[in-house]
């Protein structure tokens, strides 16, 4: 996600298939290798992290909107941009689990749900917030 000529055709495979782009989930992203301590890390880590998390969003949503306001309006909008975050190594998930107050972690299809509440007609005049599907992350 990190280079034009792949969102480009990400983009094109699913106009092409479909007829049209309504929802952009922008939910790649890397750690894993690459997550290291501040002093720890080096510059080919960051330049892959920030490559992928930030070029790869950026680049997604502006490949994403440029197809969407070509479209014509279905209901109220020409499509929606979302994202999730993820998380993937061990002490990043332990740190996770003692954040929530659920049971659990979030599953694909919580993050799924939100996705698709962003993207019904139902969602209405919503535009440009940040949905937290985060099993309470940000109350603690």
């Known amino acids: 996600m990190s280079r034009w000529s792949d969102v480009d055709r990400l983009v094109g495979t699913a106009v092409e298939r479909y007829g049209r782009l309504d929802v952009m989930v922008c939910n790649a992203g890397i750690a894993g290798r690459h997550s290291k301590s501040l002093l720890e890390t080096t510059e080919e880590d960051w330049d892959a992290i ?11 949503c502006k490949r994403a909107i440029a197809q969407m306001v070509e479209q014509e309006p279905i ?24 954040r929530t107050p659920f049971p659990r972690l979030g599953r694909p299809e919580d993050v799924a749900g939100a996705a698709l509440l962003l993207a019904c007609e139902d969602a209405g005049y919503v ?3 940040n949905l937290l599907v985060d099993g309470g992350w940000m109350a603690y």
């Open 75 to 98: 209901g109220e909008a020409r499509g929606r941009v979302t994202g999730s975050p993820e998380q993937q190594n061990r002490e990043t998930l332990a740190y996770a689990r003692s």
């Open 127 to 129: 535009s440009g917030v």
């Open 50 to 60: 920030m490559a992928v998390n930030l070029r790869g969003v950026f680049l997604c």
